[in-house]
């Protein structure tokens, strides 16, 4: 019976529990600290347990669609609205499902580490409730199968996130970066909300199936999704759109740098969406997929060489993970370039799933190297590489978790960079070599550049006599990122069976979840 | 044309507010910008569902069925909602910079590059 219920109202559930107990935090906090840190942690392991349970219900049944306040929940157009899906639909297919989960496992390894690291702080309540926020603003952004639904999310994700990225002041630093990252994502949000209403005013639909399956490919929808397109593209980080990133990423505390990796995938995912299925069926694919792939391509490449000269740990971090973002871009550009050519069976799919593997794994080092970082910067007082050195003496794990990241991200077997970034080469490499060259060269200044953070931060002799070892929780966050990383590293194939291949087939199949919410029936 | 002026008016609205957010140098100033260009969008939203003639979709006692389009009218006020909350932050964090800074010029709030 409670299964049952969990089962058939996860993607509800999944929304309202951490919603539910970000409102909810606050007044836990105003009696016990002790109490909150529980709750929090709770709530948000509670969630992830809901999102196993739909990724199990959505790989053994199929696309799941939720209809709010709709008897049954599974009736999509009820019977006297003319065809219309009149509700707000979760269309949770593998790909938004694959997202979710990534969300959630990142958001409970941030929760963890914050636990600790925030600890002499204050207004800690309202650091959790919004941290609360921005995972519900990323799972109802990966969810949500409605175009306002999904901006309604991804304000909820930015407000949120800048807010955090603000929360220590450092002397005003940190509130620029949030200015700027708050400026910039609101009128992004406003150009998509514009180019909802042009597409409402064509089609009468918010829904993204129905919209897709009416799409006619006007001007005014070229129009709307070039406003979308370019929107999504920069709160994703890629550039030319990435001068947020350095900033936001750089100055925000440690969990929440991971945290908003998280993030600007969940608008990495809005991208593909809409190039997939809401687009997808209309606009020439060829264009698309070189508009994907050019921006992966400047992206890596700007990104490491921007990496390469920062001396701020954090900084730097954030470069790469602009150049992580062309790879998932380079990867799945060629599968949408190559979409419904005899090319996309032999190394189009291929490269899609590389770039979607790229996705899971990018989130769990990127966000295990920002957590490091953090680590660091707790302990030292500062994220200034030339004033470090000599930390593997006195900081054991944080050093071997730092060296697994690094490895990772350097795409060094056997961790799951190598994984991912191997099957990207090999696709990538039929459809034009000079693309992969560039993935590998970029690959290998990554390499340089963390042997460079490696050296001055952990190497040495000691500078810091009374540097200890962070506290456990924070230990406890990095862990739990490490072990998906090992995980996904030694056993790929168990992560491209349950995880990715079905994310890419999902997403390659618009029709499918088209007629899956037009079609209605359960 | 009479009929086209709700979004003419969208138009300049909007030019009026990236105006402001690209070459006004006070951090205040650019929020106004941003604020411009929400209602701008809020205007197109509303004059999306207008039905010439058109009453308050209140179906209970309605006098006749020609009816505005709800929907629009709950995007804005969800939209609006959302705009409030984003001023009201941009605005918080002018009074931080300005607390640590001393000035709201853009030219000058700028300890972040590289």
Known sequence: MMWDFLMHNSPALIIAVPLFAAFFTPVIGRFSKKAMYAWVVGAMIFTEFLVLILLYTVYTYGTQIYVFGARPYSMAIPPDSGGIPVRIIFTVDSMSVFMAFIAATVGLAGAIYSVACEKGQSGQEKYYALVLLMIVGMLGMVLTGDMFNFFVFLEINSLASAALVSYRINKGVSVEAAFKYAVVSAIGALMILFAIGILYGEYDALNMAMIASRMQFTTLDKIAMALILVTLAMKCGSIPMHFWVPDGYGKAPGAISAMLVAASQASLYGLFRMCFTVFGLAASHITLGYFLIILGLISMFVGVTMALVQHDIKRLMAYHAVSQTGYMLLGVGVGLATWGTPAFSQYGFAAMEGGIFHIINHAMYKGLLFLTAGAVIYRVGTSDLNKMGGLAHSMKYTTIFFIIGALSIAGIPPFNGYASKLMIYESVYQFNPLLAVIAMIVSILTLASFVKVFHSAFMGPKIYPDVKEVPKSMLAGMAILTFFIILFGIFPQLAITYLVQPAASALANPIGYISRVLGGGP | ?114
Do not use: W
Not at chain 2, 81 to 91: D, Q, S
């Open chain 2, 1 to 114: 044309m009479l009929y086209n002026l709700p979004y003419i008016t969208v138009a300049v609205v909007i030019a009026i507010g990236l105006y402001a957010m690209l070459y006004k140098r006070n951090l205040i100033k650019i929020v106004i910008g941003l604020s411009l260009i929400e209602s701008g969008v809020n205007l197109f939203l509303v004059s999306l569902g207008y039905v010439q003639g058109g009453i308050a979709p209140i179906y209970t006692n309605a006098p006749k069925t020609e009816m505005v389009l709800p929907t629009p009218q709950a995007l804005t006020l969800t939209s609006i909602v959302i705009g409030v909350a984003t001023t009201a932050m941009l605005l918080s964090f002018c009074i931080v910079i300005y607390r640590h800074y001393g000035t709201l010029d853009s030219e000058k709030v700028r300890r972040l590059r590289g």
